[in-house]
């Protein structure tokens, strides 16, 4: 083979990787972006009134118990509770792109049916396992992350850009990509 044949056939290989590594980078970027959305919702949904009791178990000299109660919306516990089941959701997404704009973006089959419309599922031959995969690394990397950031600003409206974009850096790997 000719010089110019292995230049051509390098530049196939090299393109289709950095294709696949891009159109990863802007699936972890969806895939953060939607798990924060996810518990942020279970967060928001839980019983406002629900209290759980924290503090120390151990009895004082004087009989007593230092413990207090707590809003379960949102604590600790409540927040490793949605971790541990929150990747299970993926598997009612799929990767879909807008026929208008062919942005990618992860639909919920289940309950963004009229989008469906408007975008075009994208043919996953991993089925959107993938989805799930990504979900569950980003959560064993950055448990500890996920829980601070949550209990301290569950009402922010930048919990996407603390996590998604700061702490992981998903979300600006692909912004800068673009």
């Known amino acids: 083979m000719n010089r110019t044949v292995h230049f051509w056939i390098f530049a196939f290989i090299f393109l289709t990787f950095f294709q696949s590594a891009f159109q990863q980078s802007i699936v972890k970027c969806l895939v953060c972006k939607q798990v924060v959305n996810e518990i942020n919702n279970a ?21 007593s118990q230092k413990q207090t109660q707590i809003k379960y919306a949102g ?6 509770e949605i971790l541990e089941n929150v990747c299970n959701q993926m598997d009612d997404y799929a990767q879909a792109k807008s026929k208008d704009s062919g942005e990618l973006t992860l639909l919920n089959l289940s309950k963004d049916v009229e989008k469906l419309s408007t975008h075009e599922l994208v043919q996953d031959p991993d089925l959107n396992r993938g989805l799930k995969y990504y979900c569950e690394n980003f959560i064993e990397e950055y448990e500890d992350e996920i829980i601070s950031i949550f209990k301290k600003d569950s009402l922010d409206y930048d919990l996407e850009r603390k996590l998604c974009s700061e702490a992981a850096g998903y979300c600006v790997a692909a912004r800068n990509e673009l």
Not at 43 to 63: A, H, L, M, W, Y
Not at 75 to 80: G, I, R
């Open 43 to 63: 967060v928001t949904n839980e019983d406002p009134k629900k209290k759980i009791q924290v503090g120390s178990f151990r009895i004082q000299p004087d009989g």
């Open 75 to 80: 604590s600790e516990l409540h927040l490793n």
